[in-house]
Nanobody, 120 residues
């Protein structure tokens, strides 16, 4: 089970820290990712972190968003900085039974329910 938290409303240029707590399995054996979906748009992979801690970011968030994981807490985070209205979306975390990072939604096996981020 994956549970996201930390979403909400934020002003342009502000920051939010999203969390995703994993339960029922050891998150360290899985690749984890953050995705987002705005109304009328496809789901977009924005950041991924694999079991060795290697990361990848989408060009749309590179230099602004940072993915990290705390293996002791079975939790991953997404620090969002310098947000703009284009970042408004439902944000989802996902876990995949593979070892190397991926930004492709179809690669992932488990999904959280999402947390809304609104930038105004």
């Amino acid at each position: 089970q994956l549970v996201e938290s930390g979403g909400g409303s934020v002003h342009v240029g502000g920051s939010l820290r999203l969390s995703c707590a994993a339960s029922g399995y050891s998150g360290t054996a899985y690749c984890m990712g953050w995705f987002r979906q705005a109304p009328g748009k496809p789901r977009e992979g924005i950041a991924s972190i694999d079991s060795d801690g290697s990361t990848s970011d989408a060009d749309s968030v590179k230099g602004r968003f940072i993915i990290s994981r705390d293996n002791a807490k079975n939790t991953i985070y997404l620090q969002t900085n310098r947000v703009d209205p284009e970042d408004t979306a439902m944000y989802y975390c996902a876990a995949g039974r593979f070892t190397f990072w991926s930004l492709i939604p179809d690669d992932y096996n488990y999904w959280g329910q999402g947390t809304q981020v609104t930038v105004s």
